[in-house]
């Protein structure tokens, strides 16, 4: 009896903590079918007219002041890329520092756990004063560019990721490896034959933490591109319709819902890949 009661307190509590956890969500949806006056008198009360939701998509496509396909089209670059390289060379560096038993590899990967605890702030203003000495020096423009914002996001992620893959690679027998260098394949024909392919449920959950951390940032795009720049991500875009004295809240929220679209489905197709690769990566090795 008291297990039931106990289950059934558990299955409570976690309705709660659901409907705590979608209330944003939901308050998002239904103003995003309002005008602006409506979302602001009548926030908690549902929408009149759900057509509204398309004539605000309409104006938001349509803004010269968003520029939302191009915004879309710079987070998607932003995104995919820096996606690529946070996979690509932690995998690498994972790969080399489980295979390669020194102390200096043991002192490279408890440095890479470090810096995970050191906090954005802290690091954010030496962040673009690196940047300005590189372009003073070399001539090298990072700040207001892809190139800028990639790095800077490879340099933050790289920490969790390299962290994650060694973890995963702990787990992977080293016989495979010995066995295809008895084939005859080179050392990156094995991590990129052999070891690349075994990492899959590792990349799906990176490219998740990683793509949903990115494509929701705001703070370091305000950084390194600054607001009014050729290059804006829809986080900066968004920020766009927020003026110093009118708001206009209808395409504020539905702008966001926009933007949240594309990360909800990539988390509906890849939740499973999540929970494998985060199980996976904590009880190998």
Not at 155 to 184: N, Q, R, W
Not at 269 to 284: R, T
Request: hydrophobic share 55%; glycine share 6%; proline share 5%.
């Amino acid at each position: 009896m008291n297990r039931k009661l106990g289950l059934y307190l558990f299955e409570t509590l976690m309705v709660i903590f659901l409907v705590i956890f979608l209330y944003p969500f939901v308050i998002v949806f239904i103003n995003s079918a309002k005008d602006s006056f409506s979302v602001t008198q009548y926030p908690m009360r549902l929408p009149e007219n759900w057509g509204q939701i398309l004539i605000n998509m309409r104006s938001i496509l349509t803004s010269e002041n968003i520029r939302y396909a191009s915004s879309f089209m710079s987070s998607i670059i932003i995104t995919v890329v820096s996606l690529i390289v946070v996979t690509i060379l932690p995998a690498q560096a994972g790969w080399v520092l489980v295979r390669t038993k020194t102390k200096t590899s043991q002192f490279l990967f408890f440095m890479f756990v470090a810096a995970m605890v050191v906090p954005f702030q802290i690091v954010m203003f030496p962040l673009i004063s690196w940047f300005r000495a590189i372009y003073d020096v070399t001539g090298i423009k990072l700040l207001r560019t892809y190139a800028g914002i990639i790095i800077a996001y490879l340099g933050f992620g790289l920490s969790l990721s390299v962290f994650m893959y060694h973890g995963f690679i702990k787990g992977i027998p080293y016989e495979l490896e010995e066995a295809a260098t008895i084939d005859g394949c080179s050392r990156p024909s094995v991590f990129y034959k052999i070891i690349f392919p075994l990492l899959t449920p590792t990349h799906a959950t990176i490219c998740i933490l990683h793509g949903i951390w990115i494509w929701n940032d705001f703070l370091l795009p305000l950084l390194i591109l600054g607001k009014g720049n050729r290059i804006q991500t829809l986080p900066l875009a968004v920020a766009n319709f927020a003026g110093a004295y009118v708001k206009q809240w209808d395409l504020i929220l539905t702008a966001i819902l926009m933007a949240m679209i594309p990360v909800i489905i990539l988390f509906l197709l890849a939740q499973k890949k999540i929970i494998n690769g985060m199980v996976a990566g904590s009880i190998k090795g």
